[in-house]
């Protein structure tokens, strides 16, 4: 990236935002593909000497706080605020600091959202229209968003009243859900008719489209959203008949959707910032139109809301608009979709905090495993493996060596010049962390440190102090000056990703200035002679095999006590959540290409070096084939010998583990057992039948 098309350092102000997390459950590791980045972005701009403001909060309106208080058998408000004090605690220890974090149901925000209503109505865009909402008679009350379920009008899948959770992903507009039943108690409802209020969307649809194509976005996200607008954006329903929430001006009867109210919060919230700091006007600078910058981090399951409502709502009601939206992908536990009820979760406080484990660890996790807008895949045997072969072997024994080394023969900063290459390499790391930071690419960030580190270890190795001390002290002062100087460099860049680590290294090499306030050229400013060392420690300690075998066996127990309820449970009350949806149709002739039929598995052996391969010779009655399948860690080659299946034969030949496979044995994964594969078995049937 060329220094003239960077974004940052800026003169301008900027605020970052995250999306609210919901005060209805606890932080889990999920959550934090958005805020420690979004906290690593923050504290690297700090680095750059940029006025920047980092502003969150809780959402505590929606039917998901309501559906949590009735099973808790609490009220909405006792519900949001255990919840959002959990949060308030939890993340600074994680070290995620907010400027300020209030919550959606603050006075603060109830006013905004009411002065943005009000702004709209003025202007022309909201109206009000009589509309068919599910009601379920036997709960007796009308059922918006998450307490209906039904049929997505535009994927078919099985879906929440606002939102297909389990399909296409689409925002849902309250009526449009086909076959609604009670999410409570699964009856059926009926539509009844009410006036709600309307905001026109649809006359927003070309300024959406530019603001779109301007704006930074994460491409995917940007492609989404543009796929909907081309698909014409509809007028959009902004209250809903409950009685939680901020209520709607003109009928107190209504309140306004969560998805309304929650991102003015990011407003209201830099309100109560400016109030706490002594100058309540100083939150306009940010969101009245100038030079102010916006950035939000976002997941990318939010992205209607963030790229589509609320842009309408800023610009309808003049305010200033967002400058850059960050979507980050989603996080899979153990290789497995994210999934509360399944236990594809991993808790913050009991399973990670509550076991000893450093923060930093963590947020360097987060922030280095994949490029941001990719889905991370947590496990903790990678965890373990980062954390050992990276933060310890390489960045923590660098630190730790020298400053040992040093504190040992010298006791303190030995006199030497610092290295051209050194310096050389010390100031290209800051270009690319720069750059890392203006792409919004933290693991370019957290990879161009690491390198440092590995250059660190070469020189150290190169030229061996520990016999040079022996020969000529002075000069051996020289390379150890240039180790700690790398060393001071390191911890400068480092802070941001691991500010505990960083400020531990900041002591130990004598200096007493905040390392979280000192700017990114410090890296390149040469230690004092002389200067007394503290005492070294090491700043990272490894993963060893007994705890990561305890973390995992949390993780795993977990997951098999949520199959055991699930199997527990009568069909009844099976949560049709589970299930995936049906894909979309494919008529009656595509079908018929596709050739089944009944194979017999006569021989089967494994693929040399490759655990999760079986090489299988299949008799399909018109001839005998070789396949190569999968499921080599699951079955021994004698337990599928034999076996009488259902093929795909006509599938593309093609090359795995070196063999060309012929075809594919059809096998289902067992619903109560994630991660099983069962092949489709037909008894009493000869080899070559057909299925249709
Ligand atoms: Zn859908
Ligand atoms: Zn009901």
Redo the contacts with the bound molecule.
Sequence with gaps: MSKKNRKYPTKDPVCVTCGLPSASGKMHVGHLRTYVPADVFVRFLRKMDVDVTFICGSDTHGTPVLTVAEAEGLTPKQTYTKYHNHYLETFPKLNIFFDNYGTTDDPENHARTIQIVKALKENGHIYPKDLETPYCDHCGRSQPDRFVRGT??????D?RGDE?D?????Y?EPGLILNPRCAVCGNPTRPVTRTHYFMRLSAFESFVDKFLREIDVTKSARNYALGWVKEGLKDWCITRDLDWGVKYPDDESLVLYVWFDAPIGYISSTEQWAKKIGRPKEWEKYWKPGKGRLVHFIGLDIVHHHCIFWPSMLKGSGYNLPDAIAASGMVKIEGHNFSRSRGYIVWIEEEYLEKGLDPDYLRYYMVSSTSQTKDLDFAWASFAEKVNNELVATLGNFFYRGLHFTKKHYGEVPEGTLDRKLKKAIGDTIETVIDGVNENELKKVSDAILGLATVGNEYFQANQPWALVKEDKKKCGEVLYNALSLTKALAVLIDPILPSAAETVWKQLGLESDIHAVQLDEALNPLDFGAKLGKPVPVISKIDEELLTELQETTYARIKAAEAAQKGETKEDEEVTEHD?VKEAISFDEFQRVDLRIGKIVKCERVPKKDRLLKITVDIGVETRTMVTGLGHLYKPEELEGVTALFLVNLEPKKIGGIESHGMILAVEKLDEPGKWVPVKVDGVPPGSKAA
Aim: charged share 5%; net charge positive; hydrophobic share 20%.
């Design positions: 997505c009008p535009y994927c078919g899948a879906a297909c389990q399909g296409c992903g689409r849902i949806p």
